[in-house]
């Protein structure tokens, strides 16, 4: 098997043997047939590894079924493994985009100017759920001619990309607010809203109005949307109950759908999201630290809920600086990943007080320091930023190009909330690129592995690699880059959604 690794900016390509992983072969002209721009085409068939034969049937089982260095992989150790039935096999595609290949947790610096992608694969998934074999597909013919699936799919002139990682989002809530969108229109700011009473208060009065019933059914088809749009993995957050009551019956909600699927969540409790009226920041911190915070241990420990992080909205004339450290580390002191909303509307120092604290994850960061951005890359807080957000409200756009530079781990998220409404990753990449200066490799990697790494779940999800969850897309496009460019125009791209194996949406 040879990992096609191309790079956009250079121009050239190099194609590394998967049996040791050096390189055998780097060219930089493109060849005379292809009208690819920046990208080359590397051939479909590749010659016998140096100073190897032609595969052998063992040969090639041990290449598609390689173990990547780091992910928790599952080789099948056996023969007899392999013989039963498996649930999917992807056949033939025109490029499989594995993202990264070598069980990285996630992509910085150079790693992004290149991303694995195979062509003419076939990818096997098992009845676990999780990838068995990815391969030239000729090999993975051979090595499972002998072999049942549930179900195959020809992906001939198709590509076929990881399910796309959600890294920020608010879903659960009632009151929608298009009447905000058209004050925006007119000129009125984010907080001018917000200090009236409208925006985050707003919400928080349908929602605590609202039945556990109605938030769950809205939630559904907020997350059937995203679905379809191509997502499989989705950070979703409370914070529009404030009171203890209503921010359980939201983690309530979004347990309810995490237990049911079919698609991924990370549970995030943001109490924090704003100051409930009557009360001082530092107020509501004490309450939050005293009585929410206790309470989430508690149901925790008995099962009823799962939440994965901890999310504060840092910002002049929300949570200062003192206040969010301290819910922060309380948070982080029950076992929660540390992922909160920083430096958006000001420079509040979020970026620095999240690298300090070990922070998984700092959302926004259009007001980002020059030190909190160094701070991030060294502590390896990765940077979620949130394209929609910055576009609605015609803030300056994060420095995305500074932070990659500098090694910053940059992730994306839709932000779904009723000020920000998009479901849609394929055009918050799009607007990454544009607005933002990413290239297409660094917004894929962005929406993929570097997303999950954000909610720590990038040893099983983010990439297409052996051992890793079966989560993927098929587009009706020979080349996958068309998922960013066309703006708007997933719903026709994408044909399958498929989750742990199973195909969760057909078009
Ligand atoms: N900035 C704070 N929270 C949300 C907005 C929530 C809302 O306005 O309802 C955000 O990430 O954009
Ligand atoms: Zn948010």
Same mark, same amino acid.
């Given at each position: 098997?040879?990992?096609?690794?191309?790079?956009?900016?250079?121009?050239?390509?190099?194609?590394?043997?998967?049996?040791?992983?050096?390189?055998?072969?780097?060219?930089?002209?493109?060849?005379?047939?292809?009208?690819?721009?920046?990208?080359?085409?590397?051939?479909?068939?590749?010659?016998?590894?140096?100073?190897?034969?032609?595969?052998?049937?063992?040969?090639?089982?041990?290449?598609?079924?390689?173990?990547?260095?780091?992910?928790?992989?599952?080789?099948?150790?056996?023969?007899?493994?392999?013989?039963?039935?498996?649930?999917?096999?992807?056949?033939?595609?025109?490029?499989?985009?594995?993202?990264?290949?070598?069980?990285?947790?996630?992509?910085?610096?150079?790693?992004?100017?290149?991303?694995?992608?195979?062509?003419?694969?076939?990818?096997?998934?098992?009845?676990?759920?999780?990838?068995?074999?990815?391969?030239?597909?000729?090999?993975?013919?051979?090595?499972?001619?002998?072999?049942?699936?549930?179900?195959?799919?020809?992906?001939?002139?198709?590509?076929?990309?990881?399910?796309?990682?959600?890294?920020?989002?608010?879903?659960?809530?009632?009151?929608?607010?298009?009447?905000?969108?058209?004050?925006?229109?007119?000129?009125?700011?984010?907080?001018?809203?917000?200090?009236? +009473?409208?925006? *985050? #208060? =707003?919400?928080?009065?349908?929602?605590?109005?609202?039945?556990?019933? &109605? /938030?769950?059914?809205? @939630?559904?088809?907020?997350?059937?949307?995203?679905?379809?749009?191509?997502?499989?993995?989705?950070?979703?957050?409370?914070?529009?109950?404030?009171?203890?009551?209503?921010?359980?019956?939201?983690?309530?909600?979004?347990?309810?759908?995490?237990?049911?699927?079919?698609?991924?969540?990370?549970?995030?409790?943001?109490?924090?999201?704003?100051?409930?009226?009557?009360?001082?920041?530092?107020?509501?911190?004490?309450?939050?630290?005293?009585?929410?915070?206790?309470?989430?241990?508690?149901?925790?420990?008995?099962?009823?809920?799962?939440?994965?992080?901890?999310?504060?909205?840092?910002?002049?004339?929300?949570?200062?600086?003192?206040?969010?450290?301290?819910?922060?580390?309380?948070?982080?002191?029950? +076992?929660?990943? *540390? #992922? =909160?909303?920083?430096?958006?509307?000001?420079?509040?120092?979020?970026? &620095? /007080?999240?690298?300090? @604290?070990?922070?998984?994850?700092?959302?926004?960061?259009?007001?980002?320091?020059?030190?909190?951005?160094?701070?991030?890359?060294?502590?390896?807080?990765?940077?979620?930023?949130?394209?929609?957000?910055?576009?609605?409200?015609?803030?300056?756009?994060?420095?995305?190009?500074?932070?990659?530079?500098?090694?910053?781990?940059?992730?994306?998220?839709?932000?779904?909330?009723?000020?920000?409404?998009?479901?849609?990753?394929?055009?918050?990449?799009?607007?990454?690129?544009?607005?933002?200066?990413?290239?297409?490799?660094?917004?894929?990697?962005?929406?993929?592995?570097?997303?999950?790494?954000?909610?720590?779940?990038?040893?099983?999800?983010?990439?297409?690699?052996?051992?890793?969850?079966?989560?993927?897309?098929?587009?009706?496009?020979?080349?996958?880059?068309?998922?960013?460019?066309?703006?708007?125009?997933?719903?026709?791209?994408?044909?399958?959604?498929?989750?742990?194996?199973?195909?969760?949406?057909?078009?």
């Amino acid at each position: 098997m040879i990992t096609f690794i191309t790079n956009p900016h250079s121009g050239c390509w190099h194609r590394h043997c998967s049996c040791d992983g050096r390189e055998v072969e780097g060219r930089r002209a493109f060849p005379a047939d292809w009208e690819g721009g920046g990208f080359e085409r590397p051939p479909r068939l590749h010659p016998p590894c140096p100073g190897r034969g032609p595969p052998t049937r063992t040969l090639l089982r041990r290449l598609a079924c390689r173990r990547s260095s780091s992910a928790a992989t599952r080789r099948p150790a056996a023969r007899g493994d392999m013989a039963g039935g498996h649930r999917l096999l992807l056949e033939n595609a025109q490029q499989v985009v594995m993202v990264c290949a070598r069980g990285e947790r996630f992509l910085a610096r150079d790693a992004l100017h290149s991303l694995a992608v195979l062509e003419g694969a076939s990818l096997v998934v098992g009845t676990d759920g999780f990838i068995k074999a990815i391969g030239r597909a000729d090999a993975i013919q051979t090595l499972f001619s002998e072999e049942t699936f549930e179900e195959r799919i020809d992906c001939s002139g198709k590509c076929i990309l990881p399910g796309l990682v959600d890294a920020h989002t608010h879903p659960v809530w009632a009151g929608e607010r298009v009447h905000e969108f058209a004050m925006k229109l007119a000129g009125a700011t984010y907080m001018e809203i917000h200090q009236a +009473g409208g925006g *985050i #208060n =707003f919400t928080v009065e349908h929602t605590r109005q609202a039945s556990e019933e &109605e /938030l769950f059914c809205s @939630l559904q088809q907020r997350l059937q949307c995203m679905m379809r749009a191509g997502t499989t993995l989705v950070e979703c957050k409370s914070g529009y109950g404030l009171n203890l009551e209503t921010e359980l019956k939201m983690l309530r909600v979004i347990e309810r759908a995490r237990r049911q699927g079919p698609i991924g969540i990370s549970a995030t409790y943001c109490g924090a999201h704003s100051v409930p009226k009557g009360k001082t920041a530092t107020e509501a911190a004490d309450e939050i630290i005293n009585n929410h915070l206790p309470k989430l241990k508690e149901l925790g420990s008995r099962g009823e809920i799962h939440v994965d992080n901890i999310d504060v909205f840092c910002e002049k004339g929300v949570f200062d600086l003192n206040s969010t450290r301290r819910i922060l580390q309380s948070g982080k002191d029950l +076992g929660l990943q *540390i #992922n =909160f909303h920083g430096d958006e509307l000001h420079p509040m120092k979020a970026a &620095e /007080l999240g690298a300090e @604290l070990g922070a998984q994850a700092i959302s926004h960061l259009e007001e980002v320091s020059d030190e909190g951005i160094a701070a991030m890359a060294t502590a390896r807080s990765s940077a979620v930023l949130l394209p929609t957000t910055a576009y609605m409200l015609r803030l300056k756009q994060p420095r995305a190009r500074k932070m990659l530079d500098e090694g910053v781990i940059v992730a994306l998220g839709s932000d779904f909330n009723p000020n920000a409404y998009c479901l849609s990753m394929p055009m918050v990449m799009h607007l990454a690129c544009v607005n933002m200066r990413m290239s297409m490799p660094e917004a894929l990697a962005a929406a993929t592995i570097n997303a999950a790494y954000a909610l720590g779940k990038s040893h099983t999800h983010g990439s297409l690699e052996v051992g890793k969850q079966g989560d993927l897309i098929i587009i009706n496009s020979s080349r996958w880059e068309h998922l960013i460019y066309q703006f708007g125009g997933h719903h026709e791209l994408i044909e399958y959604v498929i989750a742990k194996g199973k195909v969760i949406y057909k078009k």
